[in-house]
């Protein structure tokens, strides 16, 4: 699968995803870095067919509204330290991948993996 991560998360993470053999890139791995606005993010992710991964409810709004990205996870767990996040995403990582064969948004809390329909 092919990811994009937001800012609001751990460049870490997208690391973890690549070692897990994912294709993924982080903002900071672009151009504006960081300070990358949200269009460009959801055009990367439409043009490259990558999933946004945030922590902004901006993309759910987007999502839901717009259909924009085309496929979203958004990560509701509120404060949780990055070690923590990064063990979060190793166990539910193969559900992810399952579950973005039937939905294209999903929504991991700590305790819960939520698909939309």
Known sequence: MKFVVDAHLPKRLAGQLRQLGHDAIHTLDLPAQNRTD??????IATDEDRIVITKDADFTNSFLLLGRPPRLLLVSTGNINNNALLQLFLDNM???VTGFASYNYIELSRRHL???P
């Open 38 to 43: 949200d269009e460009t993010i959801i055009q």
């Open 94 to 96: 193969d559900a992810i």
């Open 114 to 116: 939520i698909f939309h």
